[in-house]
Structure formats: C-alpha cells, structure tokens
C-alpha cells in the first residue's frame, strides 16, 4: 500500500512579501508553466533571459518585454537609470531561465529561499563540508562587494541546483537582490541566507523539494 505523500504547510514569513516578489513569482511561475507544456514562445523568452545576464539591463533589448509586461507601476524607475527593483527583477528572472533549461519539472517553488536549497544541495557528504565547491560558492556569494559578483557567485550555484534537480523560490530572491542593493539592508539579506541554511527544517518533505506546490 502506496503512502499519499503529505504537503508541506509553507511558512508566510518564507512567501515573498513585497510586490516585486510577488510578482516575480507570478511571472517566473506563468513562464515555467508554458514552458513545461513546451509552448515555443516561453522557450524563446527564457532563451532571451538567458542571454541576457551579463548585459545591464538597459542593453537587454530582447527581455525587455519577459521583463516589464505587466511589471507593477509603482516599482517602474522615473529616471534614465534602472532602479532597484528594475535590477533586481532581471536578475531574478535571468537566473531563472537559466534554472529552467532543459528542465522537466518545477525550478520555481514557493517558499524555498537561497539557503535553503543550498542547504539540500550540500546534504551529500562530499558537498557538506566547509570546503566543497557548493559551500566555497555559496561563502563567496555571501561576502560579495557588489551585485554583479553576487550574481557571477549566484548563476555558478543555480547551475548546480538545476543539475541536482533542487528548485528555488525567485520571488524571494529578487526581494534579496533588490535588499543587496541597499546598504542598510544587505546584511540582513545575508543573516536570512545564513539562518536558512543552517536552520533545522521539520518539513516531512524536505528531502523532496519538489513536492512544493509551485504558484500558478
């Protein structure tokens, strides 16, 4: 007799909070649907995206569209510079699409902050120590002077996710690269990382990340 697996109840303080991570996950959770149904125009969206994460986001001719359809009007800059929230959007779903490629299943899932998918990709022997390539990487990111070295450090660990098939919530994550952007707020964004990595996890199904229910 088959088990039924059990839901994991999803914290609120884990669930993005402001409206750019709200609507990253709309966004990012829209995308991974149609892609999954192998709809040809969210593959070529996310091949934009992907192509697009080392160009600023002014440059990003092509994701402009993946980026700013339906973007919240109050987050929208007023000057001839991106703002914040503008960069930490394409960040966000720059890096997604590059979790997204050639995947099979969910990489958006709601409630799973950086650290603690990192915290399940080093759970193998050989990564859980302080010196494995995922943990070097993952204190690299966290002592990053400015955002495009966090996001050299980010995409590198998003590149391992994808291969271990562990998904990540990218709501939360603009919410932190838009916090790294501010100095008053940048450590904080590191001591959550920190505490989500290390924190003791009772979710019957932690070992299955992919048991989450991804936004629609």
């Known amino acids: ?73 109050e987050l929208t800059g007023r000057s001839d510079e991106p703002n914040r929230a503008e960069v930490a959007a394409h960040a966000a779903l720059s890096l997604f699409a590059i979790h997204m490629q050639s995947a099979r299943e969910p990489m958006h899932l709601n409630g799973v902050g950086l650290g603690r998918a990192v915290r399940r990709l080093s759970r193998s022997p050989d990564e859980s120590d302080p010196s494995s390539p995922v943990m070097r990487r993952f204190h690299a990111l966290g002592t990053s002077v400015d955002l495009p070295e966090t996001l050299h450090h980010a995409r590198g660990l998003v590149q391992q996710l994808r291969a271990a098939g562990i998904g990540l919530d990218y709501g939360r994550l603009a919410e932190d690269f838009a916090g790294l952007q501010s100095p008053e707020r940048a450590d904080g964004v590191r001591l959550r990382w920190a505490r989500d990595l290390y924190r003791l996890d009772p979710t019957p199904n932690d070992d299955n990340p992919n048991e989450l229910k991804e936004e629609n």
């Open 1 to 73: 007799m088959t088990t039924p697996s059990v839901k994991p109840r999803l914290n609120p303080w884990d669930l993005p909070r402001t409206n750019l991570g709200k609507y990253i996950s709309r966004r990012a959770a829209e995308l991974q649907s149609r892609y999954l149904a192998q709809d040809a125009t969210a593959k070529a969206t996310l091949a934009q995206l992907r192509n697009g994460i080392r160009r600023p986001i002014g440059n990003d001719v092509l994701a402009w569209g993946a980026i700013f359809d339906g973007f919240p009007p």
